[in-house]
């Protein structure tokens, strides 16, 4: 049972290139989220979904878009990379009150 | 809307020492209330969580925390602090809409640890 993995650990962009950051969970969740993590500031929401075929916007999503066709994988998308979306992006998955989160893809965008 | 609020982003205490990480949240109804623990470059943890009934939470690694609506807190602690207590702390609250609401969170606090 891997519970959320996640791919890249690392990457660098540079502006205007697009990514996209993998999530993938095997708990058989229905709910997932992505998170982005900046220093002092606490995790944010950045899209949730909370089944296959259903996502919604979280608190910062503008820059980013999500797609959900299977309950396992929950894929970010960065169209055009901006320096402000350097930042360390958290996946996870929910279930039964509790969240289960990745290991986390630290992006840096030059 | 919800939102938490951790006072202070550092605290430091002694091996052995008590832990108090203090959480208070503002919520037109009592929410659900959670304490997670972030180890460097790893992702977060579930120390602890209140969704209903004894107010008292007891959670991994000796950590505990108690709901008190009056107060609106969910403050955390520990008798007895270890090294490898060391980490960030996350309190975070979500609302009582379904079994898996989106969570609001706090903006940490670290804990050092002096030998």
């Known amino acids: 049972n891997a519970g959320v993995t996640q791919t890249p650990k690392f990457r660098i962009l540079k502006i205007g290139q697009s990514m996209t950051l993998q999530c993938a969970q095997d708990?058989?969740?229905?709910?997932m989220y992505w998170y982005r993590q900046d220093p002092g500031m606490g995790l944010k929401l950045i899209y949730y979904?909370?089944?296959?075929?259903?996502?919604d916007k979280g608190e910062v999503p503008n820059g980013y878009n999500v797609s959900r066709s299977t309950t396992e994988d929950f894929p970010l998308r960065l169209e055009l990379a901006a320096p402000s979306q350097t930042s360390v992006y958290f996946c996870?998955?929910?279930?039964?009150?509790?969240?289960?989160f990745g290991p986390g893809t630290r992006l840096t965008v030059l | 809307a919800q939102s938490v609020t951790q006072l202070g982003s550092h605290v430091s205490v002694s091996e052995g020492a008590l832990v108090l990480l203090r959480c208070n949240y503002s919520?037109?109804?009592?929410?659900?209330l959670f304490w997670y623990v972030q180890y460097p470059n790893q992702g977060l943890q579930l120390l602890l969580k209140?969704?209903?009934?004894?107010?008292l939470v007891k959670g991994i690694n000796g950590f505990e925390a108690e709901f008190k609506k009056s107060e609106t807190s969910f403050h955390l602690t520990k008798p007895s602090a270890h090294m490898s207590d060391a980490a960030e702390y996350f309190c975070?609250?979500?609302?009582?809409?379904?079994?898996?609401?989106?969570?609001?969170f706090g903006k940490g606090i670290t804990l050092s640890v002096r030998p």
């Open positions: 209140y969704t209903t009934g004894a107010t």
């Open positions: 975070a609250v979500s609302d009582r809409t379904g079994a898996n609401s989106k969570l609001t």
């Open positions: 919520s037109s109804v009592p929410p659900y």
């Open positions: 996870a998955s929910a279930g039964g009150h509790t969240q289960y």
């Open positions: 979904s909370v089944g296959a075929g259903i996502t």
């Open positions: 708990m058989n969740h229905n709910y």
